[in-house]
């Protein structure tokens, strides 16, 4: 299985609104291209590590003023999955615990890490924002077996952003494309050569399934999708898809008024035959809207807000009925 990973000050009256929509179709991804829209709500997740300032490891989404949702993986220390997982720490095999490089990274440690929104040049962003908390599901299971994954996150920053419109959220329509963006690696051949891409890539995948060969082997659960690999922009006889660094980051749909909604939070992919490390497969993606999910993200952000949280399409957080399923609208 390969994992692609790699607050404080909340007004008391502060009204987080948090659009949910019932929903097109991104590549530093394998096989894609640059990235062709503006996307301002995409974060890259930076540390200090190697000598770089800006190394990249995770990506996010803008979700609230507030708020990003990622993957819980990214944050984890003893990292779960092998190789499996797409958090990216810059080493060869994705380990982050090689002693000859220094001690290890605390992942689960905010005060390490920055998060870039607004430019596909992630050494300049047009707002950057220091992590105050990392909440993960309290679905969180480490990958180990079992129905619910709950790869899932949220990162509140510093202060909130005002200057980007956050991202929606809606459950994925496996009948269209799905737009994968993210910074991570063009090959699995770059693995431990030296940081990630410095721009913002995209990439189509024809949709999603409920499973496939990849994605039982990436040992899906309930509580997330598959997306398929796509066709590399390139050359149509090659693959194209998710690779290290891409995890945490976003696959978008387009929603019935044009903008962008979040369908899943991109986890893993299966290891190859000999275990080695895979990317630009069928991919597995937490499902934001899986009810647990939907009711943990609502109720998290509503409680370091110290306010209720309006969704749209929904009613307000922790109403019954909060975490009905959503169905995506044909697009205008």
Same mark, same amino acid.
């Given at each position: 299985?390969?994992?692609?990973?790699? !607050?404080?000050?909340?007004?008391?009256?502060?009204?987080?609104? %948090?659009?949910? *929509?019932?929903?097109?179709?991104?590549?530093?991804?394998?096989?894609?291209?640059?990235?062709?829209?503006?996307?301002?709500?995409?974060?890259?997740?930076?540390?200090?590590?190697?000598?770089?300032?800006?190394?990249?490891?995770?990506? !996010?989404?803008?979700?609230?003023?507030?708020?990003?949702? @990622?993957?819980?993986?990214?944050?984890?220390?003893?990292?779960?999955? /092998?190789?499996?997982?797409?958090?990216?720490?810059?080493?060869?095999?994705?380990?982050?615990? !090689?002693?000859?490089?220094?001690?290890?990274?605390?992942?689960?440690?905010?005060?390490?890490?920055?998060?870039?929104?607004?430019?596909?040049?992630?050494?300049?962003?047009?707002?950057?924002?220091?992590?105050?908390?990392?909440? =993960?599901?309290?679905?969180?299971? =480490?990958? =180990?077996?079992?129905? %619910?994954?709950?790869?899932? $996150?949220? $990162?509140?920053?510093?202060?909130?952003?005002?200057?980007?419109?956050?991202?929606?959220?809606?459950?994925?329509?496996?009948?269209?494309?799905?737009?994968?963006?993210?910074?991570?690696?063009?090959?699995?051949?770059?693995?431990? =050569?030296?940081? %990630?891409?410095?721009?913002?890539?995209? *990439?189509?995948?024809?949709?999603?399934?409920?499973?496939?060969?990849?994605?039982?082997?990436?040992?899906?659960?309930?509580?997330?999708?598959? %997306? $398929?690999?796509?066709?590399?922009?390139?050359?149509?006889?090659?693959?194209?898809?998710?690779?290290?660094?891409?995890? @945490?980051?976003?696959?978008?749909?387009?929603?019935?008024?044009?903008?962008?909604?979040?369908? /899943?939070?991109?986890?893993?992919?299966?290891? /190859?035959?000999?275990?080695?490390?895979?990317?630009?497969?069928?991919?597995?993606?937490?499902?934001?809207?899986?009810?647990?999910?939907?009711?943990?993200?609502? @109720?998290?952000?509503?409680?370091?807000?110290?306010?209720?949280?309006?969704?749209?399409?929904?009613?307000?957080?922790?109403?019954?009925?909060?975490?009905?399923?959503?169905?995506?609208?044909?697009?205008?």
């Amino acid at each position: 299985m390969t994992m692609w990973r790699k !607050v404080g000050g909340l007004a008391a009256a502060l009204l987080v609104a %948090v659009t949910l *929509a019932f929903a097109g179709p991104a590549n530093a991804i394998v096989g894609g291209i640059p990235a062709t829209e503006e996307y301002a709500f995409a974060g890259s997740v930076q540390l200090e590590h190697k000598g770089d300032p800006r190394w990249h490891s995770c990506g !996010v989404t803008l979700i609230t003023a507030w708020h990003a949702l @990622g993957s819980a993986h990214c944050h984890t220390n003893d990292e779960p999955g /092998g190789s499996k997982t797409f958090r990216y720490d810059g080493h060869e095999g994705n380990r982050s615990d !090689v002693a000859a490089e220094g001690p290890p990274i605390d992942w689960e440690n905010p005060a390490l890490f920055r998060v870039v929104f607004g430019s596909h040049d992630r050494h300049h962003g047009t707002e950057e924002r220091r992590v105050a908390r990392i909440s =993960k599901s309290p679905l969180w299971n =480490k990958l =180990k077996p079992g129905a %619910v994954k709950g790869d899932l $996150l949220l $990162l509140t920053f510093d202060r909130l952003i005002t200057t980007i419109r956050p991202a929606g959220l809606a459950m994925v329509d496996p009948r269209r494309p799905v737009r994968e963006i993210g910074w991570g690696l063009h090959s699995v051949d770059d693995l431990g =050569k030296g940081p %990630v891409p410095r721009y913002l890539h995209e *990439a189509d995948a024809p949709g999603a399934v409920p499973t496939s060969r990849d994605c039982r082997g990436a040992e899906i659960g309930v509580d997330e999708i598959c %997306v $398929l690999k796509g066709r590399d922009v390139n050359d149509r006889r090659k693959r194209s898809g998710y690779c290290f660094g891409d995890s @945490g980051a976003g696959a978008l749909q387009r929603g019935w008024d044009g903008w962008w909604y979040l369908v /899943g939070t991109v986890s893993r992919g299966p290891d /190859g035959p000999h275990g080695e490390p895979r990317c630009a497969t069928d991919a597995v993606l937490s499902n934001p809207m899986f009810p647990g999910h939907t009711t943990w993200i609502l @109720g998290a952000i509503a409680q370091q807000a110290g306010a209720s949280v309006r969704v749209a399409g929904l009613p307000e957080t922790g109403a019954p009925g909060a975490t009905h399923p959503a169905v995506l609208p044909d697009a205008a």
